[in-house]
């Protein structure tokens, strides 16, 4: 069964700084992989897929994830972070476009 | 585009009543909808996949007497969580995918559910 990693629960990054959340995944097959935001008590936005081809992908606010086969990783990166971007970030794999399996998340605190 | 609406967002009720939430596709055709669960500061779990005019497939753990999905038309799902008991206490999150969306899901607002 697939499974993702998220390793880190709480992330905190200066205003300004740059990002990178971790994503490792377990899957058979060639994954289909996502990043969603969360902010509190809200539902979640996508921020990038990845499916194949490129594997760099570009996703909305500035974010951009790097799929890696060879470490079975989609790492979310953002070159500068504001303040509006502290909020739970997900990845996920996918079963083809049905099953989602959630990473436990990460929680992005921005300090001034 | 891809917006999912969900009805209402926040809801209190007593211990052994039942609670009705919404979910809507509102500019596309979702031939499949989703029903997760949510616990504070933890991950989503899928609870049930649905598709337009199925039965709902549940994941091994819910209950599906307890977790009524109906799913029938392409822009409403709706999940009935009868005689509700303080630990049904929870975030429930829908999503759908289809049409110009069929290769993604995309989630709802939630729906904030406490039994007392």
């Known amino acids: 069964a697939q499974s993702v990693t998220q390793p880190d629960i709480h992330i905190t990054v200066s205003e300004g700084a740059s990002l990178e959340l971790r994503c490792n995944y377990s899957y058979g097959a060639t994954p289909y992989l996502f990043w969603y935001v969360q902010s509190p008590g809200q539902g979640l936005q996508l921020l990038l897929k990845y499916f194949s081809g490129d594997t760099l992908v570009q996703g909305i606010k500035g974010f951009e994830a790097e799929f890696k086969r060879s470490q079975s990783s989609f790492n979310l990166r953002k070159p500068s972070v504001h303040w509006s971007d502290a909020a739970e970030y997900f990845c996920?794999?996918?079963?083809?476009?049905?099953?989602?399996?959630f990473g436990t998340g990460t929680r992005l605190l921005v300090s001034p | 585009g891809a917006v999912v609406s969900q009805h209402p967002s926040r809801v209190i009720c007593k211990s052994g009543t039942s609670v009705k939430i919404e979910c809507r596709s509102l500019?596309?055709?979702?031939?499949?909808m989703f029903w997760y669960r949510q616990f504070p500061k933890q991950s989503l779990m899928l609870m049930a996949t649905?598709?337009?005019?199925?039965?709902?497939?549940?994941e091994q753990g819910v209950e599906k007497d307890k977790f009524l999905i109906n799913h029938a038309s392409l822009t409403l799902s709706t999940l009935t969580v009868t005689s509700a008991h303080p630990e049904d206490s929870s975030f429930y999150i829908c999503?759908?995918?289809?049409?110009?969306?069929?290769?993604?899901?995309?989630f709802g607002p939630g729906t904030r559910l406490t039994v007392l």
């Open positions: 500019d596309f055709q979702a031939t499949t």
């Open positions: 996920a794999v996918g079963e083809g476009f049905q099953k989602l399996v």
């Open positions: 649905s598709n337009e005019g199925s039965k709902a497939t549940y």
């Open positions: 999503s759908a995918r289809g049409g110009l969306a069929a290769d993604t899901q995309y």
